[in-house]
């Protein structure tokens, strides 16, 4: 994320300290790259040897039904299935054909659509354009037009920049006060890159004020939640609450109590149409942030520009959404103010690597838009995905999958682990698509969502890969990487169906211990290659 004033600026994506500026460290890509041409080249080698590799294949099979039928996950229902990555062969399967509900490893789904409609180069442009009215200079109205950025104001990126989100909202403020702006008639806060449906109807509606239900909007701002902070008073007294970002026109109910024993219990709840925060539960001691979802987040950042805006001297006359069919632009004379750009690396990190559901639906919202030319929606989101999976994939594809959001937070989406694996070796195939996917997922037990997986035993080769869980549901997807890029292998592991008896640890030990067995044959078929 990047900011500028009258125009675009050059970009820099706002990553963690541990990425480049571009996503992956410069090592890691070109490892990647090479790894990527080994594999082409040993394609050609593997078809003049299909007998030798199938029959190399079969003690993996064999593996794979016993770590399925031994474990604790046996009464569980899972796919597999894994990929020789040169070719596509398969190697292992169980209930390849299966239909599955994906949870968080529907993202491989969406950020593999965005890459392929939207291209890695894309950037996402949030502007604060000023009208003058006819025959003034300076007075008139003040628009904020959006493009469905998820990184506007995200707290992770300012925070790696070094900005508060007082700051990021206060160089909007500077940007107009510089611009020689004397009086704001209105500001409008153009949402309509997407539609107004900013909740998905399969969502579960007691999740709805938890960050990862957050409202997605054209207009994205601070990933569409604020931050509560309760710090402890005196025993039984009340704690002190403080909100971020500022937003003075919201009441805070403090129902909440200081204790000094038991585990703190702190929560909140925001009813919607009203601007009242309720506070409840136990508070020990000062911890991390209540992350609430923005009823109407658009709007929201336009009450927050206000109310910075009137702090030096420029109170807009007021502050609303356009209409759906309003024309905002046509013969009005602008000027750019002030400009926000995402490169499409930074938004695909912290779709994949955080997992971070917002970022997902909006890729999938913003791929409808393009297509279709109107407001994107999860309906043309959901035909492009399809239209891009039968491109990609051959007519067969659209047997395998269910698309209801773009996170995989429904519990409606449904995939086949064959599909979702054919999916994965098609992108390690795409010269122009596969750097900049691989590099959008995390380490295994390196970083993100993986960061504190495989901690007993850790891969011999490189582990690229997507989580996901929702109840009852865990997945693992992505890649083994040998380092010397002569072989790898791509694997799908999907739980569906976990009772109560089996503890999710169970399930993602046998993730894996099904990857840590990939890897060996990786590294074994690498050595075989070397000799």
């Known amino acids: 994320?990047?900011?500028?004033?009258?125009?675009?600026?050059?970009?820099?994506?706002?990553?963690?300290?541990?990425?480049?500026?571009?996503?992956?460290?410069?090592?890691?890509?070109?490892?990647?790259?090479?790894?990527?041409?080994?594999w082409r080249a040993f394609s050609a080698v593997v078809a003049a040897a299909a007998t030798a590799a199938t029959a190399l294949a079969q003690p993996l099979q064999g593996k794979l039904d016993r770590l399925a039928s031994e474990s604790r996950v046996a009464n569980c229902r899972i796919g597999v299935v894994v990929l020789d990555a040169a070719d596509g062969r398969v190697l292992a399967s169980r209930r390849a054909d299966e239909q599955f509900i994906p949870a968080s490893n529907m993202k491989l789904l969406t950020s593999g659509c965005a890459l392929s409609v939207l291209g890695p180069d894309h950037t996402f442009e949030t502007q604060l354009l000023f009208q003058p009215d006819p025959g003034s200079s300076g007075s008139g109205r003040l628009v904020v037009r959006g493009s469905g950025d998820p990184a506007f104001g995200d707290p992770v990126l300012l925070e790696a920049m070094g900005m508060s989100v007082d700051e990021f909202v206060g160089v909007w403020v500077k940007a107009t006060t510089d611009a020689r702006i004397?009086?704001?008639?209105?500001?409008?806060?153009?949402?309509?890159?997407?539609?107004?449906?900013?909740?998905?109807?399969?969502?579960?509606?007691?999740?709805?004020?938890?960050?990862?239900?957050?409202?997605?909007?054209?207009?994205?701002?601070?990933?569409?939640?604020?931050?509560?902070?309760?710090?402890?008073?005196?025993?039984?007294?009340?704690?002190?609450?403080?909100?971020?970002p500022r937003a003075p026109w919201i009441t805070i109910r403090n129902r909440a109590r200081t204790v000094t024993n038991g585990k703190p219990t702190v929560g909140a709840d925001w009813v919607a149409p009203n601007a009242e925060i309720t506070i409840r539960g136990d508070v020990r001691y000062a911890s991390e942030p209540v992350r609430l979802a923005i009823r109407g987040p658009a709007e929201f950042f336009g009450r927050l520009l206000a109310d910075r805006l009137a702090g030096a001297g420029l109170?807009?006359?007021?502050?609303?959404?356009?209409?759906?069919?309003?024309?905002?632009?046509?013969?009005?004379?602008?000027?750019?103010?002030?400009?926000?750009?995402?490169r499409m690396s930074t938004v695909l990190e912290r779709c994949n690597v955080n997992s971070h559901n917002l970022y997902a639906e909006c890729l999938l919202k913003a791929i409808g838009a393009r297509v279709t030319g109107q407001p994107g929606s999860w309906g043309n989101g959901d035909a492009?995905?399809?239209?891009?999976?039968?491109?990609?994939?051959?007519?067969?594809?659209g047997a395998g999958i269910v698309v209801a959001d773009g996170s995989g937070?429904?519990?409606?989406?449904?995939?086949?682990?064959?599909?979702?694996?054919?999916?994965?070796?098609?992108?390690?195939?795409?010269?122009?698509?596969?750097?900049?996917?691989?590099?959008?997922?995390?380490?295994?037990?390196?970083?993100?969502?993986?960061?504190?997986?495989f901690r007993a035993r850790r891969p011999?080769?490189?582990?690229r890969a997507k989580s996901g869980y929702i109840s009852g549901v865990s997945a693992l997807s992505g890649y083994v990487l040998s380092s010397s890029g002569e072989r790898g292998a791509i694997f799908c592991i999907i739980t569906n169906d976990r009772p109560?008896?089996?503890?999710?640890?169970?399930?993602?030990?046998?993730?894996?211990?099904?990857?840590?067995?990939?890897?060996?044959?990786?590294?074994?078929?690498?050595?075989?290659?070397?000799?």
């Open 460 to 463: 011999r080769n490189e582990v």
């Open 384 to 397: 492009v995905m399809r239209r891009i999976m039968l491109e990609r994939l051959g007519a067969d594809a």
């Open 500 to 531: 109560n008896s089996v503890p999710l640890s169970s399930v993602r030990t046998f993730e894996e211990n099904v990857v840590l067995m990939v890897d060996e044959w990786v590294a074994s078929q690498a050595t075989a290659g070397a000799r």
């Open 182 to 244: 004397r009086s704001i008639t209105e500001l409008v806060v153009d949402d309509r890159a997407f539609d107004r449906q900013a909740v998905h109807p399969t969502w579960p509606t007691g999740q709805l004020n938890n960050w990862y239900c957050a409202e997605v909007s054209g207009l994205t701002f601070h990933t569409n939640v604020i931050h509560l902070f309760a710090r402890p008073a005196g025993n039984g007294a009340t704690p002190v609450v403080s909100m971020e």
């Open 409 to 453: 937070m429904s519990r409606e989406n449904r995939v086949t682990p064959a599909l979702l694996a054919r999916w994965l070796h098609g992108f390690l195939q795409d010269d122009a698509l596969s750097g900049a996917f691989l590099e959008s997922l995390p380490s295994a037990g390196e970083e993100g969502t993986l960061e504190k997986r």
């Open 1 to 38: 994320m990047q900011t500028g004033t009258s125009g675009p600026m050059p970009l820099a994506g706002s990553v963690p300290a541990s990425r480049g500026p571009g996503g992956m460290m410069v090592g890691v890509v070109n490892r990647i790259r090479s790894t990527r041409r080994a």
């Open 315 to 342: 109170k807009p006359g007021a502050v609303r959404l356009p209409d759906e069919s309003e024309d905002l632009y046509a013969g009005r004379e602008q000027r750019v103010v002030h400009v926000v750009q995402t």
